[in-house]
Protein backbone atom coordinates (compact mmCIF):
# COMPACT_ATOMS: atom_id res chain seq x y z
CA UNK A 1 0.00 0.00 0.00
CA UNK A 2 2.93 2.67 0.74
CA UNK A 3 3.59 2.28 -3.33
CA UNK A 4 0.20 3.22 -4.19
CA UNK A 5 0.67 6.71 -1.91
CA UNK A 6 4.23 7.41 -3.08
CA UNK A 7 3.06 7.00 -6.42
CA UNK A 8 0.00 9.50 -5.92
CA UNK A 9 1.74 11.80 -4.17
CA UNK A 10 4.24 11.86 -6.73
CA UNK A 11 1.45 12.56 -9.91
CA UNK A 12 0.04 15.49 -7.12
CA UNK A 13 3.30 16.98 -7.06
CA UNK A 14 4.26 16.64 -10.66
CA UNK A 15 1.00 17.66 -12.20
CA UNK A 16 0.76 20.69 -9.26
CA UNK A 17 4.32 21.90 -10.30
CA UNK A 18 3.56 21.38 -14.19
CA UNK A 19 0.16 23.53 -13.16
CA UNK A 20 1.63 26.31 -11.13
CA UNK A 21 5.14 26.40 -12.99
CA UNK A 22 3.07 27.37 -16.16
CA UNK A 23 0.64 29.20 -14.93
CA UNK A 24 3.10 31.89 -13.22
CA UNK A 25 5.44 31.87 -16.40
CA UNK A 26 2.91 32.29 -18.67
CA UNK A 27 1.38 35.07 -16.59
CA UNK A 28 4.76 36.82 -16.06
CA UNK A 29 5.83 36.70 -20.02
CA UNK A 30 3.27 38.08 -22.67
CA UNK A 31 4.90 36.92 -25.45
CA UNK A 32 4.41 33.24 -24.11
CA UNK A 33 1.17 32.17 -26.20
CA UNK A 34 -1.08 31.54 -23.27
CA UNK A 35 -3.21 29.52 -25.76
CA UNK A 36 -0.45 26.90 -26.19
CA UNK A 37 -0.34 26.02 -22.66
CA UNK A 38 -4.00 26.33 -21.28
CA UNK A 39 -4.98 22.26 -22.06
CA UNK A 40 -1.82 20.73 -20.61
CA UNK A 41 -2.68 23.00 -17.55
CA UNK A 42 -6.03 22.05 -17.01
CA UNK A 43 -4.97 18.57 -17.83
CA UNK A 44 -2.79 19.16 -15.04
CA UNK A 45 -5.18 20.53 -12.49
CA UNK A 46 -7.89 17.70 -12.88
CA UNK A 47 -4.57 15.46 -12.43
CA UNK A 48 -3.95 17.27 -9.15
CA UNK A 49 -7.71 17.21 -7.98
CA UNK A 50 -7.92 13.67 -8.54
CA UNK A 51 -5.03 12.78 -6.83
CA UNK A 52 -5.18 15.42 -4.22
CA UNK A 53 -9.61 13.53 -3.55
CA UNK A 54 -7.67 10.43 -3.44
CA UNK A 55 -4.63 11.87 -0.81
CA UNK A 56 -6.90 13.70 1.63
CA UNK A 57 -8.75 9.95 1.61
CA UNK A 58 -5.87 8.23 2.66
CA UNK A 59 -4.40 10.90 5.39
CA UNK A 60 -7.14 12.98 6.19
CA UNK A 61 -10.49 11.47 6.04
CA UNK A 62 -12.80 11.81 9.26
CA UNK A 63 -10.65 14.62 10.73
CA UNK A 64 -11.00 18.29 10.11
CA UNK A 65 -8.47 20.19 12.22
CA UNK A 66 -6.20 22.95 11.76
CA UNK A 67 -4.14 21.40 9.33
CA UNK A 68 -7.15 20.30 7.35
CA UNK A 69 -8.62 23.80 7.12
CA UNK A 70 -5.29 25.35 5.95
CA UNK A 71 -5.65 22.70 3.32
CA UNK A 72 -9.24 23.41 2.23
CA UNK A 73 -8.19 27.03 1.66
CA UNK A 74 -5.27 25.36 -0.20
CA UNK A 75 -7.84 23.46 -2.37
CA UNK A 76 -10.38 26.22 -2.75
CA UNK A 77 -8.19 28.73 -4.11
CA UNK A 78 -7.02 26.10 -6.60
CA UNK A 79 -10.80 25.72 -7.61
CA UNK A 80 -11.24 29.23 -7.91
CA UNK A 81 -7.89 29.39 -10.26
CA UNK A 82 -8.91 25.98 -12.21
CA UNK A 83 -12.32 28.13 -13.02
CA UNK A 84 -10.63 31.02 -13.77
CA UNK A 85 -8.50 29.46 -16.42
CA UNK A 86 -10.98 27.97 -18.06
CA UNK A 87 -13.59 31.19 -18.15
CA UNK A 88 -10.93 33.67 -19.25
CA UNK A 89 -8.45 31.90 -20.82
CA UNK A 90 -9.57 29.28 -22.36
CA UNK A 91 -12.93 31.43 -23.34
CA UNK A 92 -10.66 33.87 -24.74
CA UNK A 93 -7.89 31.17 -26.33
CA UNK A 94 -11.29 29.28 -28.20
CA UNK A 95 -11.91 32.83 -29.75
CA UNK A 96 -8.52 33.42 -31.29
CA UNK A 97 -8.39 31.04 -34.58
CA UNK A 98 -10.61 33.60 -36.78
CA UNK A 99 -10.18 37.17 -34.47
CA UNK A 100 -8.90 39.64 -36.69
CA UNK A 101 -6.01 41.36 -35.07
CA UNK A 102 -7.35 44.20 -33.24
CA UNK A 103 -9.43 40.64 -31.15
CA UNK A 104 -6.24 39.24 -30.72
CA UNK A 105 -5.08 41.42 -29.12
CA UNK A 106 -7.75 42.20 -26.54
CA UNK A 107 -8.03 38.17 -26.01
CA UNK A 108 -4.18 38.03 -25.30
CA UNK A 109 -4.81 40.13 -22.73
CA UNK A 110 -7.51 38.93 -21.67
CA UNK A 111 -5.90 35.66 -20.92
CA UNK A 112 -2.45 37.46 -19.36
CA UNK A 113 -4.98 38.58 -17.12
CA UNK A 114 -6.82 35.27 -16.15
CA UNK A 115 -3.57 33.56 -15.78
CA UNK A 116 -2.15 36.11 -13.98
CA UNK A 117 -5.55 35.51 -11.54
CA UNK A 118 -5.00 32.01 -11.46
CA UNK A 119 -0.80 32.63 -10.83
CA UNK A 120 -1.42 34.49 -7.70
CA UNK A 121 -4.53 31.96 -6.67
CA UNK A 122 -2.21 29.05 -7.13
CA UNK A 123 0.84 30.95 -4.98
CA UNK A 124 -1.79 30.53 -2.14
CA UNK A 125 -1.99 27.26 -2.97
CA UNK A 126 1.22 26.32 -2.78
CA UNK A 127 2.11 27.77 0.38
CA UNK A 128 -1.27 26.45 2.14
CA UNK A 129 0.32 22.33 0.66
CA UNK A 130 3.61 23.59 1.83
CA UNK A 131 2.96 25.00 5.76
CA UNK A 132 -0.28 23.03 6.85
CA UNK A 133 1.82 20.79 8.81
CA UNK A 134 2.81 23.85 10.81
CA UNK A 135 -0.61 24.64 11.94
Known amino acids: MQYVYIVVIG ?12 TIAVARDTEIKAERFIRPQLG ?9 ILLWYFFHEGSF ?9 GILTALIAAGVQGALVASASRQLAGADQA ?7 KMTRGE ?17 RMF
Open 11 to 22: LHVMAGVFWAGT
Open 44 to 52: ASGMVFLTG
Open 65 to 73: GSMEKVLAL
Open 103 to 109: TQTQLRA
Open 116 to 132: RIAGGLLVITVLCMATA
